[in-house]
């Protein structure tokens, strides 16, 4: 439990436990608390800390982090989330929070919460962008007391504080004139009178234009003498022009975006509720995911709730050659929309920024600003004052205006398949959608839902309502270059030309590793495969991932893995496929595929038979998982396995030499994860494609690997003359390698498949040779396989009690040798041999022993066996609802594997036990 807790961010930052003081670190550390404190409540993923905190982030700087925030833990609750941080406080601890809840109710008490300059030990962008939005919520908070005080004949007390907010806010015309007047009423005119002359001149200076009429009232009635002024009324700099009305046409047949509708729909009634600072919606994703057309589409659907009008311009931040538009050029649009006269136009940037923000002052008022390049672009064209909002949108992240203004970020992410059917269905028409909907599914994968594809391809078919939508399906899976039918004369809406904006936007480096995703076999890719893809660091390639998936060229996927949508891939295959440096990008790959697949398949199974594996290329940084568990390396392969088959593929169809050993090599690591997780056929395809390659190359270990392969699956898949064709292949192959371990493990695949098809002779007649071979070359691992394949077939056989022998000795050995995994499988033969020899409860206490260690070693499949086994004793024991329990348990495994005979076979037991 944590005593009282506040936090000050309204001057230096401070926390303070139970009243007192606490230690929260050096600056940095402090820096990190403030982050966190200003979005009390909220979790703060690490990336936005590491931007806010950081201008330049060292290499090890999440670890920086981590230790920073265990630091402060000792004094703040800070939970862990997703990949975040949260302050678990109530916001009205933290002072800032404070003084915005109580801005409209009792602004003195507001303003007394100030302790100087805020933030005043935090250094850095970030903590300069807050400072200085939180003074305009001061310099309004204060301009709403002095109002409340004046109207109260307390003019005295408001001069210092207003003089202080116009030193520090020269051109800040409602404290101006709030000081005015407070010195008018004290009877202090040329002060007053000084104060205004003062104002002009900045304003001239600096804009070219006169203060607001209600100042000139108030200047031109001191002037005259006359004892009170003018009622306060809102500055403008020149009368309200007609209400702007800017958006572009709506988007015929939009469709979904219900989520990001509604947070728009949020933020906008967040500024109706008096927002204490204008708000920002930041509309980030790839190219042709349909971000202008969302955004034009809610400005027209939220008319209503800017009485002031709408303001729009494109800024052309990605666009074709020579097409940029500069800030000074966008200004004047949205100027012009604010009715300022053309020659009341100052020519710099700054002034043109600060006349804008004069304009639109006290307006109520929905600006886009479409298509931005980044947050330098759009910072000129936002609004100082609140009351409005502003949507951007870019293929940029747009972070740094998430972390300087608090932009809301609105990731607009590829629609669902719903939405992207509703998508055609509102540009075809719904009743010609519904008479063809597997040519509907066809176009929306051809198109892999990128909304301006899919617009490319209702256009081919709207053009002639009688053409099939099964021929435009077909048009586009026939295409030889997978962009080519979404190519047109517009460059607007030509997927090519559309992403090759993007891509020249990337600094050199960057580009680079943009292209060669495109050799990417997997579904996505972490950084440390990218890493040897670009021949760079692992940290170095980890921060280009995340600068493409700022510029929305890559998605992350999951946490630290980032993948493409198919189009995009197509794009990157395109630009990598004329790039002289592809072949070396493809060995790298193949090669970081190849030795840590190894390397993590040894943490599977320690026992394994080392074989011997290509030297590693120049630039690769093969993986390894130090001190990694069972756990760790099935998710490794887990995450990597698409792209690993895909290697296997590859690898097996190239024609470079350097490749020639990675096909069946990099199947074989393959395989222990395969059969853990019950991929028979996916086994058996990656090694039939790998005995091919290895034939065609003459690679005989290799092709001995593989058809040791092909004899595993058919095994477990049911087809014991193919599995003993294969099996005694591989064992032929590896004794002429002189690999006699090897040669037992292919026998022993010869013995299971006989064993599987009751081959019961056959099956022992193997067991017996593969277990002298095991006692003369194997390790005790080696020797306890062969003895405890050995004992199940003599179970079999109904020669229980001679199988003890075997299995017991198989046993002893594997503990000893501390190899879990054969453990699990020896229990099970001990479980079964108990049960045949009338020793149910024994049985039941290996069969749940071997059940524990499948689950332990994160075998998911093998646990199948146990829960048969337990199962059958269970249900002889008399208790049918148990061993109901048991067979539904191992049939949901099956069904979310390959599956094989044993599916029947549970059948079979849940029909004996009779209804439920």
Known sequence: ???????????????????????????????VLAVLAVDAGSPVTVDDLVDRV?????????????????????????????????????????????FRRLVGTDPRAALDLWQGRALADVEGAWAAAQRARWAEERRDATVAWADAELLAGRAAVV????????????????????????????????????????????????????????????????????????AVVRPRTAPAPAVPAQMPLDVRGFAGRGSAIAELDALAASTERGSPAVVIAALSGTAGVGKTALAVHWAHRAAHRFPDGQLYVNLRGFGPPGSGFGEGDALRVLLDGLGVPADRVPSGLDAQAALYRSAIAGRRMLVVLDNARDAAQVRPMLPGARGCLVVVTSRDSLGGLIAGEGAVPLPVDLPDRREARDLLAGRLGEQRVAREPAAVEEIIDRCARLPLALAIAAARAAVDPRRALADVARELAGAEHQLDPFAGAD????????????????????????????????????????????????????????????????????????????????????????????????????????????????RLDPFRVAVPLPPVAHGVRAETLEGGSAEDALGWFAAEYSALMATVRATAGSDDPGLALHPARIARNLVEYQQRTGRWNDLLAAHETAARAAHRHGDRLGEAAAQHGIAR??????????????????AELYRDAGLPVAEADARRSVAVAYSRANRLP???????????????????????????????????????????????????????????????????SLGLACARLGRPHE??????????????????????????????????????????????RALQINREVDGDALTADLRVRLRNLGPP
């Open 843 to 888: 049985a039941a206490g290996h069969y749940r022993r071997s059940l524990e260690l499948f689950e332990r070693v994160g075998d998911r499949y093998g646990q199948v066996y146990p829960l048969c086994g337990l199962g059958d004793v269970v249900a002889a024991l008399g208790d049918r609802p148990g061993a109901r329990e048991l067979y539904e």
């Open 159 to 230: 001069i210092g504080p207003l003089s202080d907010v116009v030193a520090e806010h020269p051109r800040a015309e409602p404290a101006v004139e709030r000081l005015m007047r407070a010195l008018r009423d004290e009877r202090r005119y040329a002060e007053a009178l000084d104060v205004y002359a003062g104002l002009r001149e900045r304003l001239v200076d600096a804009l070219g234009a006169d203060p607001g009429p209600s100042l000139r009232a108030l200047h031109r009635s001191l002037l005259l003498g006359e004892e009170s002024g003018p």
């Open 491 to 602: 460059v607007v809406t030509d997927a090519r030309a559309v992403f090759s904006w993007s891509y020249r936007m990337l600094r050199p480096p960057l580009a680079r590793m943009f292209r060669l995703l495109g050799l990417q076999p997997g579904d996505d890719i972490g950084a440390p495969v990218a890493a040897s893809l670009a021949g760079v660091t692992p940290e170095l390639a980890a921060r280009m991932l995340a600068e493409l998936a700022d510029a929305h060229l890559a998605t992350e996927a999951r946490p630290g893995r980032y993948g493409q949508h198919d189009l995009l891939r197509a794009f990157a295959r395109e630009l990598v496929a004329t790039d002289p440096e592809a072949p070396a990008t493809a060995r790298r790959l193949a090669d970081h595929y190849l030795h840590t697949s190894a390397h993590v398949a040894g």
């Open 713 to 730: 699956a058919h095994a477990f898949l049911g087809d014991a003359d193919a599995a003993a064709t294969a099996g005694l292949s591989a």
């Open 762 to 828: 056959e099956a022992l007649e193997h067991a017996r040779r593969l277990v002298d071979l095991y006692e003369r070359h194997g390790e005790p691992s080696d020797r306890a396989q062969g003895l405890n394949t050995l004992g199940y077939t003599l179970v079999q056989l109904g020669r229980a009690a001679e199988a003890l022998d075997p299995i017991t000795r198989a046993l002893q050995l594997q503990v000893g040798s501390g190899d879990e995994h054969g453990a699990a499988f020896t229990l099970d």
């Open 1 to 31: 439990m944590y005593a009282p807790i506040s936090i000050r961010l309204l001057g230096a930052v401070e926390a303070r436990v139970g009243g007192q003081p606490a230690d929260i670190g050096h600056p940095r550390q402090r820096a």
């Open 54 to 98: 950081w201008e330049e982030p060292p290499d090890r700087v999440r670890q920086s982090v981590y230790v920073y925030v265990a630091r402060l833990r000792r004094v703040v609750p800070i939970v862990r989330r997703s990949r975040a941080y949260l302050l678990d406080v109530d916001p009205d601890a933290v002072d800032l929070h404070r």
